[in-house]
């Protein structure tokens, strides 16, 4: 297994390293995770329903999601700070406290979140008609949580080794799993909805059984092993750090249920199925900046925490660059070819038409996005607590929230004011963010710099 020499390497190399690996992971998980709408959307007779059904589960899904992410992405800057510090045996407590806290607290939420699925959704919004779609789904998704939890809130530990292809085939079994068993259970076994939940789950157990292989395996330094009691004092801070992406994942959460509940008002169910096009799109678009950022973060942490300024900032600015280019070009393609973008998910003529007007709205400040990642990256690896979870709440619970309520009712935008509450947040978020880091962050680099140059 060839590892990536974050001692040694550029900056530049060790991010490309790290990131090219993960964004193959990554736009094959996203195979992973829209490959359920994009058959359910094409089920004879219902499938356009259906497609809104499930998009009244993804607020469950989203919050689960913000756990894996709390004690994965929360503790990974830890890990790697640590192996920077040479700190071998406080980067094992972190990565066994990881293990445990993901465990535990997927049983938990399976547990909870089965018993009281029907009052969950409705409280979401959903319908009876709905219901009888979203409860069956969630219920089979939800018997896949430890399965999940595991094999995505680990993987980033694995990434942070150095290991980014054995990461990256976690997620290879996982997905072709699911893109292989979809088709045979919504179709040929006539499961429909059902069938996709199912698919799911067979195809996270198969993808933990990966991970399962690395963490305690003889070949991984740093394998999972019970005789390392568990660390309350590690707990607390994958927990504090962890702060930022469960926050951004628990807003994302509510948005989801503020716009369903504002659409079904002012539009009615169809544009709920609108709404998850839109949503899945995002998360396509999204898919290669999560990926270089996650590949800068390993390398920011690192060098941060071998005491290596220049080396953090280069990554800091490259990640920034790659970012800006990127969301400037998927904005070009997305306003010259939106119905490319819609079709993936609905064959649904009528809808495919609804859901342009939708698409220029929420895409229309895209590439102000990239600023809001390249920040947060930043802080989240450099263990700023503060304002990373500061700027999670600032953009979704103080911006997007509110305006989603604001546009469509008090401005009088109906539908639209849904749609535009996140490009307007994405200019303000994203710049405030941003420019936060770079008065904060940079000076801080620069002390380092000098402090190094007079030892």
């Not at 972190?94 to 445990?100: D, I, P, Q, S, Y």
């Not at 390392?228 to 707990?235: E, R, V, Y």
């Not at 998850?276 to 690192?302: F, K, M, W």
């Not at 007007?357 to 920040?375: D, I, T, W």
């Amino acid at each position: 297994m060839k590892k990536v020499d974050f001692e040694n390497g550029t900056v530049t190399k060790n991010i490309l390293q790290t990131a090219l690996p993960l964004l193959a992971a990554q736009v094959i998980s996203l195979l992973y995770s829209v490959v359920d709408r994009i058959y359910i959307g094409r089920i004879e007779g219902y499938g356009t329903q259906a497609l809104g059904a499930i998009g009244l589960c993804f607020p469950v899904i989203i919050l689960i999601g913000g756990f894996t992410n709390m004690f994965g992405l929360g503790g990974a800057p830890l890990f790697s700070i640590e192996l920077g510090k040479n700190d071998r045996k406080k980067a094992s407590d972190v990565v066994n406290t990881a293990f445990r806290l993901e465990v535990v607290t997927g049983t938990i939420l399976m547990i909870i979140c089965e018993v009281f699925a029907p009052q969950i959704l409705s409280m979401f919004g959903a319908s009876i008609e709905e219901l009888h779609f979203a409860i069956p789904y969630i219920r089979i998704y939800l018997a896949g949580t430890i399965f999940m939890m595991v094999s995505t809130g680990m993987n980033p530990y694995i990434n942070a080794q150095g290991y980014a292809v054995i990461g990256m085939g976690s997620v290879v079994v996982g997905a072709v799993s699911n893109i292989i068993l979809d088709p045979i259970f919504i179709f040929t076994l006539n499961l429909g909805v059902n069938g996709a939940a199912a698919a799911t789950v067979i195809a996270q157990f198969l993808s933990m059984l990966f991970v399962f292989q690395f963490l305690f395996g003889n070949k991984n330094e740093f394998k999972i092993r019970w005789s390392i009691p568990f660390s309350l004092p590690c707990a607390k801070e994958i927990m504090s750090l962890g702060l930022s992406p469960f926050i951004m994942q628990c807003t994302n959460s509510m948005v989801t249920v503020a716009c369903n509940s504002v659409l079904l008002k002012t539009g009615g169910v169809l544009y709920v199925s609108v709404m998850t096009i839109v949503s899945s799109v995002r998360q396509i678009l999204d898919t290669p900046i999560l990926a270089v950022t996650e590949g800068a973060s390993a390398t920011i942490s690192y060098n941060y925490g071998a005491g290596r300024p220049k080396k953090v900032r280069n990554a800091i600015l490259l990640t920034a660059v790659a970012a800006i280019l990127y969301t400037c070009v998927m904005w070009i393609l997305i306003e010259t070819f939106p119905l490319l973008f819609v079709k993936i998910f609905s064959d649904d003529a009528a809808l495919q038409q609804l859901a342009l007007r939708p698409l220029h709205l929420y895409f229309f400040a895209f590439v102000f996005q990239a600023f809001q990642y390249s920040g947060q990256t930043a802080f989240k690896a450099l263990k700023k607590k503060k304002q990373a979870i500061f700027f999670s709440l600032f953009r979704k619970v103080i911006m997007v929230i509110p305006l989603t309520y604001l546009l469509p009712y008090t401005f009088q935008m109906g539908t639209d004011g849904v749609f535009m509450a996140e490009p307007v947040s994405n200019v303000i978020g994203g710049l405030a963010c941003f420019f936060t880091m770079v008065v904060t962050v940079f000076p801080e680099l620069k002390k380092m710099e000098r402090k190094e140059s007079i030892t």
